[in-house]
């Protein structure tokens, strides 16, 4: 019996879905991941606590920014950044910031 996985963590599925809309709505994000609206909220303070995501607000809404020349975390991938991994899952425009 096959069990269902991806190969991206959740924390990759939010990063994917802001670059892609940076002023989603956090239960948007919670729809296209598949988890709860608290579960990405967190998700969101992680990734710009560490320095992943910059969060600003136009009016009622925040707007997210994604850092592109950020490393991925694991020894595996530290050197790679998240601008190049976004142009593949996104296309050219990937949603990164070059910051």
Sequence with gaps: MSREWTFLSNHGHVLVSLA???EARMRDVAEAVGITERAVQQIVHDLVDEGYLHK???GRRNRYRVVAGAH?????EAGLT???FL??????RGGA???
């Design 82 to 84: 998240l601008g190049p």
């Design 97 to 99: 910031d070059r910051g």
């Design 72 to 76: 991925f975390r694991h020894h595996l």
């Design 87 to 92: 142009e593949l899952v996104n296309g050219p």
């Design 20 to 22: 892609r809309d940076p």
């Design 56 to 58: 600003s607000k136009t």
